[in-house]
Antibody
Framework: EVQLVQSGEEVREPGESLKISCKAS????????IVWVRRMSGKGLDWMGM????????RYSPSFQGQVTLSADKSISTAYLQWSSLKASDSATYYC????????????WGQGTRVTVSS | DIVMTQAPLSSPVTLGQPASISCRSS???????????VSWLQQRPGQPPRLLIY???NRFSGVPDRFSGSGAGTDFTLKISRVEAEDVGVYYC?????????FGQGTKLEIK
């Protein structure tokens, strides 16, 4: 069974760093892109970027380029989304999802990680 | 970026009645290989998004057959033949044809 399990809720202050995770199981982690999606409260879904775990090839949305960093650790089948300096506007729920390689569909999703940035 | 425009943004529907959501893209989503890659996702309250439809009209595993997708080029539609209470949520179209991938604004389906 394909599963993506994300790390738990985080509360941080502005300027702090953060790294959240997405652990995959039930399929070959290295051969599917992992996509990250943001949902701000009361808003829609925003495509942030994606990473190919086999070689860590990454593609970022221009809106998120330079604001976040995607990474992956093949040895533990885990993808990461990190910030070096959080802003209040980064408060949102973040989802990871697997990109199905033949149909380009986001077929399996993590449960989401809620991030709150507040002083 | 390809802009995905959904209509309506809110859809009050009576249980047992049909519902339809439109999604229009700012560019053709036809791929050079002949396929068109548009997906529809459902997000119920408090849940992560869930894939309903991929490649315009293909239902994902476990999705009830009351959900159907259609369209071509720049115009796509998601239809629910008979709305049930569990269908309440927000529906999104998505295009993975060109980077960055983009979502529609979302359509909130609610019961009258």
């Amino acid at each position: 069974e394909v599963q993506l399990v994300q790390s738990g809720e985080e509360v941080r202050e502005p300027g702090e760093s953060l790294k959240i995770s997405c652990k995959a199981s039930g399929y070959s982690f290295t051969t599917y892109w992992i996509v990250w999606v943001r949902r701000m409260s009361g808003k829609g879904l925003d495509w942030m970027g994606m990473i190919y775990p086999d070689n860590s090839d990454t593609r970022y949305s221009p809106s998120f380029q330079g604001q976040v960093t995607l990474s992956a650790d093949k040895s533990i089948s885990t993808a990461y989304l990190q910030w070096s300096s959080l802003k209040a506007s980064d408060s949102a729920t973040y989802y990871c999802a697997r990109l199905e390689r033949d149909n380009f569909a986001l077929d399996y999703w993590g449960q989401g990680t809620r991030v709150t940035v507040s002083s | 970026d390809i802009v995905m425009t959904q209509a309506p943004l809110s859809s009050p529907v009576t249980l047992g009645q049909p519902a339809s959501i439109s999604c229009r893209s700012s560019q053709s989503l036809a791929h050079s290989n002949g396929d068109t890659y548009v997906s529809w996702l459902q997000q119920r309250p408090g849940q992560p998004p869930r894939l309903l439809i991929y490649k315009v009209s293909n239902r994902f595993s476990g999705v009830p057959d009351r959900f159907s997708g259609s369209g071509a080029g720049t115009d796509f539609t998601l239809k629910i033949s008979r709305v049930e209470a569990e269908d309440v949520g927000v529906y999104y179209c998505m295009q993975p044809t060109q980077l960055p991938y983009t979502f529609g604004q979302g359509t909130k389906l609610e019961i009258k």
